[in-house]
């Protein structure tokens, strides 16, 4: 029988926080189970707890991971984890999966090709909660990340498990952006979107390994080649382009090591304390459109007028700027 994560009381909540700065896993897992609940108890509890542990927050890597088809994503992420975590670092793994209502979350399958990293007592593996609008995952994933924060996680990375918009909201979230590429598919060009390139801090080629190191040396050219006619987002930063093999291990020490020269470059200009302000303010935006929303789908009110509104736009017997003027005057705005 399962227990419901909420605390009854102030001293409860901050006997919680306690629990999660001293880096109990349980105390972790049950107050993000606090964050994903949909009550409305639950949530200003995990915004209250939340707020109590900020000050305990903001000391990791905060590291974004995205990739094409069949870029070898959890393959990578078990590699680089155990890689850190053998060098006494605590890994936290999270998703951002919008998806996932009809996938049941990929990152749940991905953690059998996260074998090591799944079994990992310094490592801690999460998926994105169960179903969901784009930012309200991201949203419930960014304070998933600030627990681990305060629990002890000195590199966070997370994955982008849907499509689409997720890896602006992923980079909108992380210090450093990594674009996950395999050689031997074509034509690599192809696969690489415009939009998510221009976000990318990294572009790294895996599977150079066996009979594919001239194939993955050959794709790297190509992408350098793509980079260079664009303009980098940062003026102390043009994202390298790297190869590896998530399956050796080779090149993953060269990785990270990108990883640590981004943070101490955009860490000397101050970018990358003026990123994470930016974010914090992106964040509240979301959080309060999400609000917005929500309002909107609740009023019973509200929620018969745009059902007829939705009617007579469908028809052409309204138009859309009426339509909204309409609902907005409901909600005295």
Request: hydrophobic content about 40%; cysteine-free.
């Given at each position: 029988m399962s227990h419901s994560p909420k605390p009854n009381s102030y001293g409860e909540l901050?006997?919680?926080?306690?629990?999660?700065r001293a880096g109990d896993r349980a105390s972790l897992a049950r107050a993000i189970t606090l964050i994903e609940s949909k009550r409305a108890d639950?949530?200003?509890?995990?915004?209250r707890l939340?707020?109590?542990?900020?000050?305990?927050?903001?000391?990791?890597v905060r590291l974004g991971i995205t990739g094409a088809p069949g870029a070898g994503k959890s393959?990578?992420?078990?590699?680089?984890?155990?890689?850190?975590t053998a060098r006494d670092h605590k890994v936290a793994v999270l998703a951002v999966d919008p998806s996932s209502s009809r996938t049941?979350?990929?990152?749940?399958?991905?953690?059998t090709r996260m074998a090591r990293l799944a079994v990992d007592p310094h490592a801690f593996i999460r998926p994105s909660p169960a179903s969901g609008t784009l930012g309200g995952v991201a949203a419930k994933t960014r304070e998933t990340m600030l627990l681990c924060e305060a629990a002890g996680y000195d590199v966070v990375i997370v994955e982008t498990v849907g499509v689409g918009q997720s890896e602006t909201a992923v980079a909108d979230m992380t210090d450093f952006f990594l674009l996950l590429m395999v050689a031997g598919a074509g034509d690599e060009l192809q696969g690489l979107k415009k939009g998510v390139v221009e976000i990318a801090d990294m572009i790294a080629v895996n599977k150079a390994d066996g009979d594919n190191v001239e194939r993955a040396k050959l794709a790297a050219a190509d992408f350098r080649g793509a980079l260079n006619i664009l303009t980098p987002a940062s003026a102390s930063w043009s994202p390298p382009v790297i190869t590896y093999s998530a399956l050796t291990g080779n090149g993953v020490p060269e990785l990270w090591a990108q990883v640590l020269q981004h943070k101490d470059k955009l860490g000397a200009t101050g970018e990358?304390?003026?990123?994470?302000r930016a974010q914090q303010v992106k964040w509240m935006w979301t959080m309060l459109e999400e609000r917005l929303t929500a309002r909107l789908r609740s009023d019973p009110a509200v929620r018969a007028k745009l059902k007829a509104a939705e009617a007579a736009v469908a028809a052409g017997t309204l138009a859309p700027t009426l339509a909204v003027e309409e609902i907005a005057g409901l909600l005295g705005i």
């Open positions: 901050v006997k919680y926080a306690a629990g999660i639950h949530r200003a509890d995990a915004h939340v707020q109590e542990l900020l000050p305990a927050t903001g000391k990791a393959t990578t992420i078990d590699a680089l984890g155990t890689y850190l049941g979350g990929s990152i749940l399958g991905d953690k990358l304390a003026e990123r994470r």
